[in-house]
């Protein structure tokens, strides 16, 4: 038989007060598995900064300075998803670091670091645990797909996000995705070494991680990490190793006063001395040396002056 409202109130007392109990067990259950969003923040941990996390790349510490890393995590969402505050703070910094627009919010001991993110929040502002800080952008994104990258900070030490998220629910994805298709023919004197976006162009920006003011010497690639990288021409390879701040780099000298590099790769295919093809593979794309993720910082230097790239693609 249905129990409607009517017939409920129609029962006799211990029954109604036994379904009322019920209810009431039912309720608490509910709220229990319920995610603990504000649970969460409430316990000292971060709540996600998306309503719907999918979770990409995970934090990789690197081992020393230069070393490669993933200085954060990244979590995959469509483009124009609300970005959210981990936890209650205020807004520190809300503008472009290197071309890319990042979010960041001093927590007393800590900082949240979001990016790319179009910002509805100003430097100053105090921000609740869950507040709407801004929305995710479809450029800038060093993820195959569009992702949100989430750092924390405590000083200069890059933490990782995950130990104090995880509540509620998930989802894992492929942190790599699908590498972009092979670069199209050439349009210049230079063939494109990777296909994807071009996440942060030659000129005069401030350094993602050092924060210093400088010419950023060479056109950046979004693409994930073990993408094929070919030779932008023909030549010789003349360096083919670890160059500091540029993680491991390939050399390719093409004749009289053009060279061009391929740097923070993970792998490197080709040895000094070696002769290579316009198109060949000559590494892989990494997150070697100062570098905040996978992607290729390409160079061209025209008598030992580095030149803006895209112009010649
Ligand atoms: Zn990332
Ligand atoms: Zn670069």
Redesign the pocket.
Known sequence: MPLSPASAGGLAGPMRRRILALAAVLLLLVALLLPPAAAASASGGWSWPLDEPRVG?RFEPPAERYGAG?????LEAEVGAVVRAVAAGRVTFAGPVGGVPVVTIDHGRERSTYQPVEARVSVGDAVSARQVIGTLLGTHS??AAA?L?LGRLEGDDYLDPMDLLGGGRFRLISPDGDPPPPPAGTGGDLARPVGGPVTSPFGMRVHPITGVRKLHDGADFGVPCGTPVHAAASGTVTGSGLAGAYGQRVVIAHGPGRSTSYNHLSRRGVAVGATVSQGDVIGHVGSTGLS??CHLHFMVVDDGVPVDPLPLL
Request: hydrophobic share 10%; glycine share 16%.
């Open positions: 790349r993933h200085r954060g995590v990244d060093h993820c992702c990258h905040t993720g």
